[in-house]
T-cell receptor, first 116, second 115 residues
Framework: AQTVTQSQPEMSVQEAETVTLSCTYD???????LFWYKQPPSRQMILVIR??????QNATENRFSVNFQKAAKSFSLKISDSQLGDAAMYFC?????????????FGTGTLLAVQP | DVKVTQSSRYLVKRTGEKVFLECVQD?????MFWYRQDPGLGLRLIYF???????EKGDIPEGYSVSREKKERFSLILESASTNQTSMYLC??????????????FGDGTRLSIL
């Protein structure tokens, strides 16, 4: 069974600085998708970025980028030029096939604080 | 934009009560999911549904049941609420495209307290 591990329960970054959130996963599959979700204090989970395992190029969405190391099974999220609005809980997720449909396996989350 | 609406943001119930959490999505998605979120445990899948009247158990189904009579609505039922079911409950939906790149879209969550 696939597992997702986020080893940093909490992180802190200064406004305008760069921070990297770690995520590792375990799988025997060769083709899969990985996601980062953000859950701000208002609570709605929103998709930040996604990565296809067979793509060598790391995904980028504005200030958010990933460092995907397939052999190491590592999928870290880099936030550049951090803003106060980036303060949130961040979840890494692996998309697996649940028998009838796809389903997500989530890590335990990293709470990011942004200091002014 | 996809809209997933959960009927309550906060709910307080008593031990032994039958509790219904409702979720509605407006994008004609085939898949719907119920998670519970607890500090240090992340999101854990309770049940999911891939079609009307179809349901499958997730990782922690004990003490819960679900109902999906219409495509847009997915209900989570606590048959006899217990204090260890105090938690945040999140509903999500996604399309059934056969591709694994489709993200799930989440509601705002219901914070349920069982006294």
């Amino acid at each position: 069974a696939q597992t997702v591990t986020q080893s940093q329960p909490e992180m802190s970054v200064q406004e305008a600085e760069t921070v990297t959130l770690s995520c590792t996963y375990d799988t025997s599959e060769s083709d899969y998708y990985l996601f980062w979700y953000k859950q701000p204090p208002s609570r709605q989970m929103i998709l930040v970025i996604r990565q296809e395992a067979y793509k060598q190029q790391n995904a980028t969405e504005n200030r958010f980028s990933v460092n995907f190391q397939k052999a190491a099974k590592s999928f870290s999220l880099k936030i550049s030029d951090s803003q106060l609005g980036d303060a949130a809980m961040y979840f890494c997720a692996y998309n697996t096939y649940g028998g009838a449909t796809n389903k997500l396996i989530f890590g335990t989350g990293t709470l990011l604080a942004v200091q002014p | 934009d996809v809209k997933v609406t959960q009927s309550s943001r906060y709910l307080v119930k008593r031990t032994g009560e039958k509790v219904f959490l409702e979720c509605v999505q407006d994008m004609d998605h085939e898949n719907m999911f119920w998670y519970r979120q607890d500090p240090g445990l992340g999101l854990r899948l309770i049940y999911f549904s891939y079609d009307v009247k179809m349901k499958e158990k997730g990782d922690i189904p004990e003490g819960y049941s679900v109902s999906r009579e219409k495509k847009e609505r997915f209900s989570l039922i606590l048959e006899s609420a217990s204090t260890n079911q105090t938690s945040m409950y999140l509903c999500a939906s996604s399309p059934q495209t056969g591709f694994r790149n489709q993200p799930q879209h989440f509601g705002d969550g219901t914070r349920l307290s069982i006294l």
